[in-house]
């Protein structure tokens, strides 16, 4: 039996693990680094430098990313401002948000949005983005359940 391939094989899964945890919860402001890594087995920094070497950006690159890409498709498609989209993807910063966003595609939100919206494509309003997003909560309230 081959132990070191075995070994490499689940390394790749602890990866892989950690990845998809942060692929779940990508606009959970908490998200912490620690808690992934220990998911992963490894410690932080280690686990930074294995992250990397397997998929050549760092955690917190690819998290950003990853809310990134998120915050595009909410700028093309709801009506919502700019810091109710960097809220619910998981920036706790504007001004972060806003240069993260730049770095990634060239543009600030608000110049994104002006160049992708009015080709036909109709916002969702506000309100049912954030309910689509999470952003209000579909149950009953006490209140409401006791009458």
Same mark, same amino acid.
């Given at each position: ?7 490499? /094989?689940?390394?790749? =899964?602890?990866? =892989? ?8 919860? !990508?606009?959970?402001?908490? /998200?912490? /680094? ?6 992963? *087995?490894?410690?932080? $920094? ?36 700019? +810091? #109710?989209?960097?809220?619910?993807? *998981?920036?706790? $910063?504007? *001004?972060?948000? $806003? ?7 060239? /543009? +600030?939100? *608000? ?7 009015? =080709? ?11 309910? !689509?997003?999470?952003?209000? $909560? +579909?149950?009953?309230?006490?209140? #409401?359940? #006791?009458?």
């Amino acid at each position: 039996m081959n132990t070191a391939a075995d070994g490499h /094989l689940a390394h790749l =899964r602890q990866l =892989r693990a950690a990845k998809d945890v942060m692929d779940r919860n !990508w606009a959970d402001e908490t /998200l912490d /680094l620690d808690a992934v890594a220990a998911r992963a *087995g490894y410690s932080r $920094s280690h686990f930074v430098r294995v992250f990397r070497a397997a998929y050549g950006q760092t955690p917190g690159q690819y998290l950003s990313r990853r809310r990134i890409e998120r915050a595009a498709e909410m700028l093309r498609t709801c009506d919502l401002t700019s +810091t #109710e989209i960097c809220h619910l993807v *998981g920036f706790t $910063s504007l *001004g972060t948000f $806003s240069t993260r966003f730049k770095q990634h595609t060239g /543009l +600030t939100p *608000g110049a994104y949005r002006r160049e992708k919206l009015g =080709r036909g494509a109709a916002l969702i309003p506000g309100c049912y983005a954030l309910l !689509w997003a999470g952003g209000f $909560s +579909t149950t009953k309230s006490d209140h #409401e359940a #006791e009458q």
